[in-house]
C-alpha cells in the first residue's frame, strides 16, 4: 500500500514539474519577444503562413535561448537596481548605445548569442521575428508553439 501511494505521489510531483516547465516556456516565447527582440523592424502585417517545421525550428531556438535570456535578465535586473529594465532591441543601434555600459555588454553578448542559436536552428533573424509577430497576433500560430514547446520538452525529459 505504501509504494502504490509513494508512486502516486512522484508520479504526480512529475506532472507538475511538467506542467510547470511547459507554462514557463510559454511565458517565455512571449518574453522574447518583448524584453530582448531581434529587430525593431518586425513587419506588422498581416501574418504570415507559419509550417510545422518552422514552428518546431522557433520552438528550439526560444528554449536553447532560455537559459542565456534568464542569465542576462538576472544581471540586468541586478544592475538596473529597482529601476525599470530597458527594452533591449538587439538589432537598434540607437537603443543598445543608449543602455548603461553593463547592461550594453550583457545585451550585446545575449544578442549574439540568441543570433547564433536562431541560425543553428535552421531560422534566418528575420523569419524568426516575423514568427514572434505571428505568435504576437494569431491564436493558432500561438497555439501550434505552445504544443511544439510542450512535445519538445516532453521527449527532452523522457529521452
Known amino acids: 500500500m505504501k509504494k502504490t501511494a509513494n508512486l502516486f505521489f512522484l508520479r504526480s510531483l512529475k506532472q507538475m514539474f511538467s506542467q510547470t516547465l511547459s507554462y514557463s516556456a510559454i511565458a517565455t ?17 498581416s501574418p504570415s503562413p507559419v509550417n510545422k517545421d518552422e514552428v518546431t525550428k522557433y520552438a528550439q531556438s526560444v528554449l536553447a535561448m ?57 531560422l534566418t533573424i528575420e523569419r524568426f521575428n516575423q ?13 501550434q508553439i505552445s504544443n511544439a514547446l510542450i512535445r519538445l520538452q516532453n521527449s527532452s525529459e523522457n529521452p
Open 29 to 45: 516565447t512571449g518574453l522574447v519577444a518583448s524584453v530582448l527582440i531581434f529587430s525593431s523592424q518586425a513587419n506588422a502585417q
Open 66 to 122: 532560455e537559459p542565456a535570456r534568464q542569465q542576462a535578465f538576472d544581471e540586468i535586473k541586478k544592475i538596473m537596481g529597482g529601476r525599470e529594465i530597458p527594452n533591449i532591441v538587439c538589432n537598434d543601434p540607437k537603443i543598445i548605445n543608449s543602455l548603461p555600459p553593463k547592461v550594453k555588454t550583457i545585451a550585446e553578448k545575449y544578442c549574439k548569442h540568441s543570433q547564433k542559436i536562431v541560425q543553428e536552428n535552421g
Open 131 to 143: 514568427i514572434t509577430v505571428d505568435y504576437q497576433n494569431d491564436n493558432n500560430v500561438k497555439q
